[in-house]
């Protein structure tokens, strides 16, 4: 039901961040242990979001072969792993430091809380969003501790860069369930402004995305290899939104997991290479 590559998302921009912190590579443990947060963070998330959108599961076509709506994995499994991926987190955070521990419920009632959102919002995107973007804000926790507000604003850029384009892609993600939402309670941007006007949206938030990406590029003080991992980010972006089209969604899955899984992963080869092979002022 939860996979390891369900990581791919959220997992390279907290190690970007890492990278960033200490403008190079921080003890070992300290990356296994960020590692190991968030791999139980998202694998507590997605487990609560299944369990909580189980019957909205068996009702959809498209997600009643899911694993819950389809018998092949008990509520009682679920919880089990839902305890783990939390306890997981919250161990993890205790190893890193008291700050990173502090902030872990908190961390954790974001995660769990947006399964919830789209019962009575479209804009639960931007949920999901805040939830994949704290990933950079929490790595830049457990790497610095106490001194977390030092160049606070480096993180908060990428963080809510890491928002922007986690809401564009899940906006793509949902017109897959154009039809199926229109006739139930359930709330999306899609259902709210139609596939076309909501694909223009998701779009345009992939623009403030490279934005971002870019105010990053300054503040941070980032060189050539970043700039180029930059571009090739809006070389994917372009490429997903080519890949969806209002009257053909067949590509939807492509563009999302695919495409954005490469968005992550060039970025964070990107900034690695920019920082330890031309280096900079911590």
């Known amino acids: 039901m939860i996979r390891f590559s369900h990581s791919i998302f959220a997992l390279p921009f907290g190690l970007m961040t890492v990278v960033l912190s200490k403008r190079g590579l921080p003890p070992y443990d300290v990356i296994l242990w960020v590692i190991v947060a968030m791999v139980g963070a998202r694998t507590a998330a997605m487990a609560f979001n299944r369990f909580a959108d189980r019957r909205i599961d068996a009702a959809n076509p498209r997600t009643r072969t899911r694993e819950i709506p389809s018998g092949k994995v008990s509520l009682v499994e679920v919880w089990i792993l839902i305890t783990a991926g939390c306890a997981m987190f919250v161990s993890a955070c ?9 902030f872990s419920p908190l961390v954790l009632f974001v995660l769990l809380g947006y399964s919830f959102t789209k019962r009575f919002t479209a804009a639960c995107h931007f949920f999901l969003g805040l939830a994949l973007g704290l990933s950079p804000m929490g790595a830049w926790v457990a790497v610095r ?14 963080g809510l860069a890491v928002l922007v384009w986690t809401a564009g892609f899940d906006i793509i993600y949902a017109c897959q369930d154009y039809e199926h939402d229109s006739k139930s309670k359930l709330r999306s ?13 998701s779009a345009l938030l992939h623009c403030i995305t490279l934005g971002l990406l870019l105010v990053l ?10 700039l180029v991992g930059v571009a090739l980010t809006g070389g994917l972006l372009l490429f997903e939104h080519r890949l969806v089209k209002p009257h053909d969604l067949s590509k939807v899955n492509a563009a999302f997991f695919t495409m954005n899984g490469l968005v992550s992963l060039v970025l964070l080869l990107a900034t690695v290479l920019d920082v330890l092979v031309i280096g900079g002022p911590e």
């Open 189 to 201: 941007l899609p259902k709210k402004l139609g596939l076309r006007r909501a694909l223009q949206l």
């Open 145 to 158: 501790g106490t001194d977390y507000l030092s160049q606070w604003w480096i993180p908060s850029i990428l």
């Open 94 to 102: 205790a190893f890193l430091n008291p700050v990173a521990l502090a």
């Open 217 to 226: 590029y300054f503040v941070a003080d980032l060189s050539g290899f970043y």
